[in-house]
């Protein structure tokens, strides 16, 4: 027997037959062409071209109305470089200097651009590396006619060094029932993660090794929270137990759905509010389905990244009324937390070349940007106040460090609306407005924030990096990012105190806030405000159905204080947890 962790993207439990893919070694053949078959080599190339892009239509046509229309823009991305004319024009130029075959040619330049866009710490450009990649493998398959045997992943959990998105699009066309993932290849936001949570197959990312190591027998993949992995050779007793286990989470999967329309209270009698997180237009158009009260963040970057330009304050505006006009029909307090724009180094747009950073993480990103390009910030700030009058509408500011930064923007924010007013336009005359608590330089300022702010949010995954000092796009250091770090917790626990003695609305946005042991351990904090995915909402709310909250405060809290590394910190909530659940399951 052998646990393997990795990073749970899509929930779930799977027992079954692994199918190990290696990378394929097809022979790819290097030989020199005379200058007259030039043109043949580029027919060659042409029909390539024009069947890989008939296949990705193919696949778009016959998924519409089965997949979300967002998530079938991916096959937009793919036809898009199809179509790349720096792309075509850089295998048209090789092929007429080296005069080799096309397939080499363009294995070449497909390397060439995915290593350049793999170095970038961007995960944006990361993920365009695997698009190219995924594209060029497309070509040279159709070069050398490659047929793909997808009958042999039925019913099996896939292990592979990395999956291509166009993979798993035809795998679900065609209808094969992939039972779970298990990858070297990471990236909680990339295409494949983005397929799996849509598909509703468990993933484990980021196992190291995994090509490298034999897997013949049946394997049992939990990516649950807490500790996600994948069990080789499992024994007897271990199958059985994780079979009871999986008709628990089916049965759990059951019962949320009946929670739809019941408030969050504690046994106690606190209502803690439960709001969603939208960071694109596929959490947009869901959220309606979902059970949250209200949008806690909206992530505003992802119409700037998907734009050609920087986008107008009427485009902004429509966007958020659309925004709006979904968070009405909820059932909950119906608030809109609009955070401005959030780029940096690391989160590029693609028509805005930052410069280049050593550590983007710590550089010139949120509103150090924002504030360096005021016309830019201005037109956001104009199309948020048009939009928030007399609506349930807030904005946020991301990456405050200073009373400098809050102070300037309360500056800029009283001159836009001067500016709204000359011109006769209608504007919300008050809006409150929150500042994300990120950087610890914030966190110890709770205080003296409270003088120009209405509420706080934490990020927790940056405050977390920061604290502990380690870039949270590391695999290196990926076992000191743990927001269960006592030093994290410690940092939480004091801006949690300090907001309420201040009365002020604390919440949490970040991935804590969708782990149900870290909202045991926040709510012993007093923090009663949580936004997440809204796939995450239900478990959530289930968790919370079990717990006092004042227990937690006075018996809880000062045990996770006091623990000395983070693995205390986790075996005290697990143990929690199990007693709660089975306090509730008598009751």
């Given at each position: 027997?052998?646990?393997?962790?990795?990073?749970?993207?899509?929930?779930?439990?799977?027992?079954?037959?692994?199918?190990?893919?290696?990378?394929?070694?097809?022979?790819?053949?290097?030989?020199?062409?005379?200058?007259?078959?030039?043109?043949?080599?580029?027919?060659?190339?042409?029909?390539?071209?024009?069947?890989?892009?008939?296949?990705?239509?193919?696949?778009?046509?016959?998924?519409?109305?089965?997949?979300?229309?967002?998530?079938?823009?991916?096959?937009?991305?793919?036809?898009?470089?199809?179509?790349?004319?720096?792309?075509?024009?850089?295998?048209?130029?090789?092929?007429?200097?080296?005069?080799?075959?096309?397939?080499?040619?363009?294995?070449?330049?497909v390397e060439f651009y995915v290593d350049m866009f793999k170095d970038m710490k961007d995960p944006v450009y990361r993920q365009r590396a695997i698009d190219i990649q995924d594209v060029g493998e497309k070509i040279i398959g159709q070069l050398m006619v490659e047929d793909c045997e997808l009958h042999e992943l039925d019913n099996k959990i896939l292990v592979t060094k990395e999956i291509l998105?166009?993979?798993?699009?035809?795998?679900?066309?065609?209808?094969?029932?992939?039972?779970?993932?298990?990858?070297?290849?990471?990236?909680?936001?990339?295409?494949?993660?983005?397929?799996?949570?849509?598909?509703?197959?468990?993933?484990?990312?980021?196992?190291?090794?995994?090509?490298?190591?034999?897997?013949?027998?049946?394997?049992?993949?939990?990516?649950?929270?807490?500790?996600?992995?994948?069990?080789?050779?499992?024994?007897?007793?271990?199958?059985?137990?994780?079979?009871?286990?999986?008709?628990?989470?089916?049965?759990?999967?059951?019962?949320?759905?009946?929670?739809?329309?019941?408030?969050?209270?504690?046994?106690?009698?606190?209502?803690?509010?439960?709001?969603?997180?939208?960071?694109?237009?596929?959490?947009?158009?869901?959220l309606n389905d979902s059970m949250a009260g209200g949008v806690g963040l909206l992530r505003t970057e992802f119409l700037y990244m998907e734009s050609k330009f920087f986008p107008t304050e009427q485009q902004q505006i429509e966007l958020y009324e659309k925004a709006y006009k979904k968070v009405e029909k909820l059932e909950g307090e119906r608030e809109l937390i609009i955070r401005t724009l959030?780029?940096?180094?690391?989160?590029?747009?693609?028509?805005?070349?930052?410069?280049?950073?050593?550590?983007?993480?710590?550089?010139?990103?949120?509103?150090?940007?924002?504030?360096?390009?005021?016309?830019?910030?201005?037109?956001?700030?104009?199309?948020?106040?048009?939009?928030?009058?007399?609506?349930?509408?807030?904005?946020?500011?991301?990456?405050?460090?200073?009373?400098?930064?809050?102070?300037?923007?309360?500056?800029?924010?009283?001159?836009?609306?001067?500016?709204?007013?000359?011109?006769?336009?209608?504007?919300?005359?008050?809006?409150?407005?929150?500042?994300?608590?990120?950087?610890?330089?914030?966190?110890?300022?709770?205080?003296?924030?409270?003088?120009?702010?209405?509420?706080?949010?934490?990020?927790?995954?940056?405050?977390?990096?920061?604290?502990?000092?380690?870039?949270?796009?590391?695999?290196?250091?990926?076992?000191?990012?743990?927001?269960?770090?006592?030093?994290?917790?410690?940092?939480?626990?004091?801006?949690?105190?300090?907001?309420?003695?201040?009365?002020?609305?604390?919440?949490?946005?970040?991935?804590?806030?969708?782990?149900?042991?870290?909202?045991?351990?926040?709510?012993?904090?007093?923090?009663?405000?949580?936004?997440?995915?809204?796939?995450?909402?239900?478990?959530?709310?289930?968790?919370?159905?079990?717990?006092?909250?004042?227990?937690?405060?006075?018996?809880?809290?000062?045990?996770?204080?006091?623990?000395?590394?983070?693995?205390?910190?986790?075996?005290?909530?697990?143990?929690?947890?199990?007693?709660?659940?089975?306090?509730?399951?008598?009751?």
């Amino acid at each position: 027997m052998e646990k393997i962790m990795g990073k749970a993207i899509f929930e779930g439990i799977v027992i079954g037959e692994p199918y190990l893919r290696r990378k394929k070694q097809t022979a790819l053949e290097e030989y020199k062409i005379e200058p007259h078959m030039l043109e043949d080599e580029m027919k060659r190339f042409e029909v390539a071209l024009k069947d890989a892009k008939q296949e990705l239509k193919f696949l778009k046509s016959s998924l519409k109305g089965k997949v979300k229309s967002n998530d079938l823009k991916i096959l937009n991305v793919h036809l898009m470089i199809l179509d790349d004319p720096v792309l075509l024009s850089e295998i048209g130029k090789r092929l007429k200097n080296e005069l080799v075959n096309i397939e080499k040619v363009v294995a070449d330049v497909v390397e060439f651009y995915v290593d350049m866009f793999k170095d970038m710490k961007d995960p944006v450009y990361r993920q365009r590396a695997i698009d190219i990649q995924d594209v060029g493998e497309k070509i040279i398959g159709q070069l050398m006619v490659e047929d793909c045997e997808l009958h042999e992943l039925d019913n099996k959990i896939l292990v592979t060094k990395e999956i291509l998105p166009s993979e798993l699009f035809k795998m679900h066309h065609n209808k094969i029932n992939l039972l779970g993932i298990v990858t070297e290849y990471s990236g909680a936001t990339s295409h494949v993660a983005i397929l799996a949570k849509t598909f509703g197959i468990p993933t484990l990312m980021e196992v190291k090794n995994v090509s490298q190591m034999e897997w013949e027998n049946e394997i049992i993949l939990d990516t649950r929270k807490g500790e996600p992995c994948v069990i080789k050779d499992p024994t007897d007793e271990q199958i059985i137990e994780y079979k009871k286990e999986k008709v628990k989470l089916e049965v759990i999967g059951e019962e949320n759905k009946k929670l739809k329309g019941l408030p969050a209270i504690t046994i106690d009698g606190i209502e803690i509010v439960l709001n969603a997180n939208i960071g694109g237009i596929t959490d947009l158009l869901s959220l309606n389905d979902s059970m949250a009260g209200g949008v806690g963040l909206l992530r505003t970057e992802f119409l700037y990244m998907e734009s050609k330009f920087f986008p107008t304050e009427q485009q902004q505006i429509e966007l958020y009324e659309k925004a709006y006009k979904k968070v009405e029909k909820l059932e909950g307090e119906r608030e809109l937390i609009i955070r401005t724009l959030d780029i940096g180094a690391d989160k590029q747009l693609p028509y805005y070349e930052m410069p280049f950073e050593v550590n983007p993480f710590l550089g010139f990103r949120g509103v150090r940007f924002t504030l360096a390009h005021e016309n830019i910030f201005r037109t956001q700030l104009r199309a948020i106040l048009r939009v928030a009058k007399g609506r349930r509408i807030k904005v946020m500011f991301p990456m405050i460090s200073n009373l400098k930064e809050i102070i300037q923007i309360k500056k800029i924010l009283a001159s836009v609306k001067t500016e709204l007013d000359e011109e006769g336009l209608e504007y919300a005359g008050y809006i409150e407005t929150g500042v994300m608590i990120e950087v610890p330089s914030t966190a110890f300022l709770i205080d003296k924030f409270s003088e120009y702010v209405d509420f706080f949010s934490l990020g927790t995954n940056d405050l977390t990096q920061y604290v502990m000092a380690a870039d949270r796009l590391s695999a290196d250091v990926a076992y000191l990012n743990d927001y269960f770090e006592p030093a994290v917790l410690r940092t939480i626990n004091y801006i949690a105190e300090e907001a309420i003695k201040q009365k002020k609305k604390i919440s949490v946005c970040g991935e804590m806030a969708s782990d149900p042991m870290a909202i045991v351990a926040l709510m012993s904090f007093g923090i009663d405000r949580f936004s997440m995915l809204s796939t995450y909402i239900p478990m959530a709310k289930r968790t919370i159905l079990r717990l006092n909250k004042s227990v937690l405060q006075s018996e809880l809290k000062p045990k996770l204080l006091d623990c000395n590394n983070a693995e205390e910190v986790k075996e005290i909530l697990k143990e929690y947890i199990e007693v709660i659940t089975v306090e509730n399951d008598r009751s």
